[in-house]
Nanobody, 122 residues
Framework: QLQLVESGGGLVQPGGSLRLSCAAS????????IYWFRQAPGKEREGVSC????????SYAHSVNGRFTTSKDNVANTMYLHMNSLKPEDTAVYYC???????????????WGQGAQVTVSS
């Protein structure tokens, strides 16, 4: 059974940077699309990024495009979310997830990390 374990969240000042990691065990990330989602208090879970399994192309939410970068290390079986120029509105619990396809609905995705709190505040 594939398991995803996240690390790297925390408190950062506006304009700062953080890197989230999501290590997979019990299976390989090969041939899977890699997602990052986030959920702020009182809001629905929203997609942040996705790396397509078929061609490796990446898409980002408009709100993070140009500031966040996602990547995958197939040897380490780990995915990453590099977050730069963080804003208070980026404060949320961040979740990694995997699925065969990008564009899946939240309810369709079977494998999730446990979530990592990111707080952007001075």
């Amino acid at each position: 059974q594939l398991q995803l374990v996240e690390s790297g969240g925390g408190l950062v000042q506006p304009g700062g940077s953080l890197r989230l990691s999501c290590a997979a065990s019990g299976g390989t990330l090969d041939h899977l699309s890699i997602y990052w989602f986030r959920q702020a208090p009182g809001k629905e879970r929203e997609g942040v990024s996705c790396i397509r399994a078929d061609d490796g192309s990446t898409s980002y939410a408009h709100s993070v495009n140009g500031r966040f970068t996602t990547s995958k290390d197939n040897v380490a079986n780990t995915m990453y979310l590099h977050m730069n120029s963080l804003k208070p509105e980026d404060t949320a619990v961040y979740y990694c997830a995997v699925d065969p396809l990008c564009g899946s609905f939240v309810d369709e995705i079977a494998y999730w990390g446990q979530g990592a709190q990111v707080t952007v505040s001075s």
